[in-house]
């Protein structure tokens, strides 16, 4: 499956990809490798890591710049973003989320990492209700993949002692 997303089809069908597990085990560094493959076939694509990405959104409504800068990244033809779950949203910010993804929806790719599985995904955004509507757009047209194992990082220490 992940080789058949370098075929880019994904981005064409403006499909979603979502990459869940443990801290790691490779979810950033598929996401960027996507994002390359993605950049060389000259698509547009911005990589955020959620925490900044939602800092922009709230700073862009202080300063009523929020129209332009989400009418900018609804068009991006590729949105990763990394890192999801490490922190948790206030109510105003997942609101800004969800408006993000709902522009975004069937009409643009987004790739996601996260290290909380979807059940849990109600934490991260501080509303069941909000999370559940952004979840049912994503997944709707969406590369879930659930990846499991030890941190490339702790075998690599591993490796590492043992020479
Ligand atoms: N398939 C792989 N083979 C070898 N090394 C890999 C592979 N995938 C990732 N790595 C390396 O393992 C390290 C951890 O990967 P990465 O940063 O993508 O993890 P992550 O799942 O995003 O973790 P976190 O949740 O902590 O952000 C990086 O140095 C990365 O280059
Ligand atoms: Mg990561």
């Given at each position: 499956m992940i080789r058949e997303l370098g075929s880019l089809n994904s981005l064409s069908q403006a499909k979603n990809i979502i990459f869940i597990g443990p801290p790691g085990v490779g979810k950033t560094h598929l996401a960027v490798a996507?994002?390359?493959?993605?950049?060389?076939?000259?698509?547009?694509?911005?990589?955020?890591?959620?925490?900044?990405?939602?800092?922009?959104?709230?700073?862009?409504?202080?300063?009523?710049?929020?129209?332009?800068?989400?009418?900018?990244?609804?068009?991006?033809?590729?949105?990763?973003?990394?890192?999801?779950?490490?922190?948790?949203?206030?109510?105003?910010?997942?609101?800004?989320?969800?408006?993000?993804?709902?522009?975004?929806?069937?009409?643009?790719?987004?790739?996601?990492?996260?290290?909380?599985?979807?059940?849990?995904?109600?934490?991260?955004?501080?509303?069941?209700?909000?999370a559940a509507a952004i979840l049912d757009r994503l997944l709707h047209h969406c590369y879930p993949f659930l990846i499991q194992g030890k941190s490339y990082r702790l075998k690599e220490l591993m490796g590492n002692k043992k020479v």
């Open positions: 996507f994002g390359v493959i993605a950049a060389r076939a000259r698509r547009g694509v911005k990589f955020f890591v959620a925490e900044e990405l939602l800092s922009e959104l709230i700073l862009a409504e202080v300063s009523r710049r929020l129209p332009q800068l989400s009418s900018s990244l609804s068009r991006i033809d590729l949105l990763i973003i990394d890192e999801l779950g490490y922190g948790s949203f206030s109510k105003e910010a997942s609101g800004l989320f969800f408006k993000l993804i709902s522009k975004r929806y069937e009409k643009t790719s987004t790739i996601i990492t996260s290290n909380k599985p979807f059940e849990e995904w109600g934490e991260i955004f501080n509303d069941d209700v909000v």
